[in-house]
């Protein structure tokens, strides 16, 4: 069972039973500061020994490259990247980064045994499989791995829309007129149907405003015709929402004359 | 109310998931020295 597992230093120690939790002694107190800090240590540096193991590849690329030697060059390469690549995948620590890991390490193993060093092809699997197995007990457990996060939601149709509209809202001069146009956004997704026929009636109101907030945020005197041209706009946000009320309006009507009509052929009515 | 014959089955630990965590450790560390250290540390000899 699990809960028979001793406890590993970085993991916090299990809570005392209700009601006798007590306060905590002086030593208890200093062993749990040294368990985080060991718990912290350890999550920081995770991964940063393979790297360590693959130094005498260092040599021998510098090696290799003074010698012209590309087969070598190329397993002295594979093997530190490889090796690189598996301490960046357990550092990510994502669920099944370990098993990768461990794969990738082995990989480098088999390659630099194979390839660099030029030993028969079973040693080198062999080699590819201890590192493959080191890795795995190196590694297993020692962090909670995580499923990674979930992509964050596809933007909707209306989203960029409301984005600006916030912005424009933000200018008390723009209001009113922001008030009308969100009344508008509001309609159509409800509506998403309609959203298509308002697209270039959203784009010309929305520009137009931003452009207007600008100039205002940016300090600039309101002309005489702005109130007017708002009230126009506003006028205009709300004769778009009384067509898509009438168009839904026509809709149902002709949804029940369909209905009303189909119920007399069937002889229900 | 029926109770079952027999407890699940409880999925059985690994070999080496039963060593302790200290074992494992040195063994992983032991077993990379003669693998990734020993290639690492051969192919410069032949280089």
Known sequence: ?269 | MDRPASPPPVPSRPLLASLPWPARRAAGIGLLTLTLWLASFLALVAG
């Not at chain 1, 809570?15 to 006798?20: K, Q, T, Y």
């Not at chain 1, 393979?50 to 510098?62: G, K, R, S």
């Not at chain 1, 424009?168 to 001069?173: G, K, L, Q, S, V």
């Not at chain 1, 015709?225 to 506003?234: A, I, N």
Request: charge should be neutral.
């Open chain 1, 1 to 269: 069972m699990s809960d028979q597992r001793p406890r590993r230093p970085w993991e916090p120690p299990p809570p005392r039973p209700w009601g006798n939790e007590g306060p905590l002694q002086p030593w208890d107190q200093a062993r749990a500061q040294v368990e985080q800090g060991f718990s912290r240590f350890r999550a920081g540096t995770r991964g940063l020994l393979l790297p360590l193991f693959t130094w005498p590849l260092f040599f021998d690329a510098i090696w290799e490259i003074g010698t012209g030697d590309v087969r070598g060059l190329v397993a002295a390469a594979l093997g530190i990247g490889l090796t690189v690549g598996a301490t960046a995948t357990l550092r990510r620590g994502r669920k099944g980064d370990t098993q990768r890991a461990a794969l990738m390490v082995g990989a480098a193993s088999g390659v630099v045994a194979g390839l660099g060093a030029a030993l028969n092809p079973l040693m080198a699997v062999l080699l590819g499989a201890g590192g493959w197995l080191g890795t795995r007990l190196l590694y297993d457990g020692a962090v909670q791995e995580v499923a990674p996060p979930a992509p964050p939601p596809p933007p909707g149709p209306l989203d960029e829309h409301r984005a600006r509209l916030a912005r424009i809202a933000a200018e008390p001069r723009l209001a009113g007129v922001s008030g009308a146009l969100a009344g508008v956004l509001d309609d159509l997704s409800a509506r998403p149907e309609r959203i298509t026929e308002a697209r270039r009636f959203l784009v010309v109101h929305l520009d137009g405003l931003d452009r207007i907030r600008e100039r205002l945020q940016a300090g600039a005197e309101p002309p005489e015709g702005l109130p007017k041209l708002l009230e126009d706009l506003t006028s205009a946000a709300d004769e778009m929402r009384d067509r898509i009320r009438a168009e839904e309006t026509a809709a149902l009507d002709i949804q029940v004359k369909v209905l009303a009509e189909r119920l007399r052929q069937e002889g229900y009515a």
